[in-house]
């Protein structure tokens, strides 16, 4: 049986591009997966602990000799990395904050890196690739090539060498300008923002349409 795991991280509820776009992703899904499974996960909602001094030797450290935080941390991150596993594909929603991704889903990812349940530890080879990995990116500016902040999106930049180790590769359907209708300056800019969006949802309308013989 298939299963997806849904995640969201925006912070912006209802109002959010981002959680619109893996909404409709996951009900793509479904409809082409009527007797699929979902797991859904809310970092925006219900951000994990960020790693810290206390936790962060956790996947080095022996599991005899874990300290009480270590050993909550590394529960948690195996909780993480097996709903991955579970998982024959993951959608993430990653709004672009200040240029860079959610702290929400660094601490995600930070978590994931984990020796012997995502990495081999002898080989180093990623144990989390063979699935499908669709990020739902939004931005409220233009950041193409040719545009004054070209290149200062660095969520969708650093997300694939982020996970690179867990063999996970993400696939970004991104919409952009999306603060073009309420933001006066970008008024003039609310074609190309409909267009990115239009964009979006027609990639995502097509992501599990059987291929036509």
Do not use: C
Request: aromatic residues 6%.
């Amino acid at each position: 049986m298939a299963h997806l795991l849904h995640i969201d991280s925006s912070i912006q509820g209802d109002r959010s591009v981002s959680r619109r776009l893996s909404a409709r992703a996951a009900a793509a899904w479904r409809a082409a997966h009527p007797d699929g499974t979902v797991t859904y996960r809310d970092l925006g909602a219900n951000p994990l602990p960020h790693i810290d001094s206390a936790s962060g030797g956790a996947g080095v450290v022996p599991a005899g000799q874990h300290t009480p935080e270590q050993a909550a941390a590394w529960a948690r991150t195996r909780e993480l990395v097996d709903e991955i596993k579970a998982a024959d594909t993951v959608l993430l929603g990653l709004p672009l904050y200040n240029f860079g991704a959610p702290s929400s889903v660094k601490t995600w990812v930070d978590h994931l890196i984990a020796p012997g349940l995502s990495v081999d530890q002898e080989t180093q080879t990623g144990l989390l690739g063979g699935r499908e990995f669709i990020v739902l990116a939004s931005r409220g500016g233009g950041y193409g090539e040719g545009t004054p902040r070209a290149g200062w999106d660095h969520a969708e930049q650093w997300l694939p060498h982020g996970v690179a180790l867990t063999g996970l590769e993400p696939r970004f359907i991104t919409a952009e300008l999306t603060l073009a209708h309420v933001n006066p300056a970008m008024a003039e800019l609310i074609p190309l923002a409909d267009a990115s969006l239009a964009t979006a949802e027609k990639t995502i309308d097509d992501l599990w349409v059987p291929a036509r013989v």
